[in-house]
Each structure stands twice: as structure tokens, then as C-alpha cells.
């Protein structure tokens, strides 16, 4: 599994501002997530037998961050694949473009914030993943 400064596996840590009264994490654009944010969305209510994603997309960066409960997010480059546990709303994981991700294991309380940094562009996904292998081979 790759470090923190590169590879397949890259968080990014978002420090507790929290006190006596509870826990605050705040999160700027080109700070602790390396984008402009234009998009912003979050899962949750998935049963623990629920998988999803099964895509890459072609160029879209994005942090997924399990504010809440726990998943697994898979992740595969093409050389490496990898099982990331989310489980802590102080680290999010950056998951660049022409990466192959699915989401297993959620956890009841499962909520899963994801930054991204373009509109939702149903022609920047690749969801076959025969298809994945196809782009990358072209691009190597
Ligand atoms: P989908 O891609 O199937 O989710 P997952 O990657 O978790 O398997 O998305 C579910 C639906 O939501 C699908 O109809 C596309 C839509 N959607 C948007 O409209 N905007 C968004 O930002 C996202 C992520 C999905």
C-alpha cells in the first residue's frame, strides 16, 4: 500500500478543532483538500450487504470522508488495488482521476461525505471496468 505523499492510497488530514463541547472540523478549498470544491455530496442509509460505485471516473479528484460509522472503499489504479478502511472524520481519502472504486461493508451509521472538484458529468465516468483497462492501456 502506497504512503501519504503519493500512490494510490493519499489522505489528507482534517484536525479536530473540537473542545469540551464536542468535535468541529472545518475544511477550505486548496487547504486540507487540494481543489476547488464545486461539488458536494454524501451517502448513507446503505445496509451492510451493499456494494456501490464499480467506476472510475476520467479526470474528477474528490475526498471521501465516513463522518460518521465505517466503510471499506476499494480502490484499484490498474497496478495496485488496495482496501482502505474509512472509519474517522479526521482523515479523507483523495482519490484521483482513472482510479477504480467501490464501496463495500457499510456500517449502519455509515454517512460518507464526499468533496469533488467538478459538476456531476455523467460522461467523466467509466463504469465498466473492461472499459478502465482499455483508457489506461491507451494512455501507457
Ligand atoms: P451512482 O453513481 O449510482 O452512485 P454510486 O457511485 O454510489 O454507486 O449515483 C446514484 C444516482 O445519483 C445516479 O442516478 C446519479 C446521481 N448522482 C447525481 O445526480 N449527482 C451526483 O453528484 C452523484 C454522485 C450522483
Redesign the pocket.
Known sequence: MSDATGGLVRWVELPSLGDERGELVAIEAGKSVPFPIR?V?Y?YGSGVSVS????AHRALQQVAICVAGSCIMRLDDGREKADVILDSPHRGLLIGGMVWRE?HEFSPDCVLLVLADQH?DELDYIRSYDEFLEVLNAKN
Open positions: 461539488r455530496y451517502m456501490r460505485g464499480y467506476h464501496m456531476y
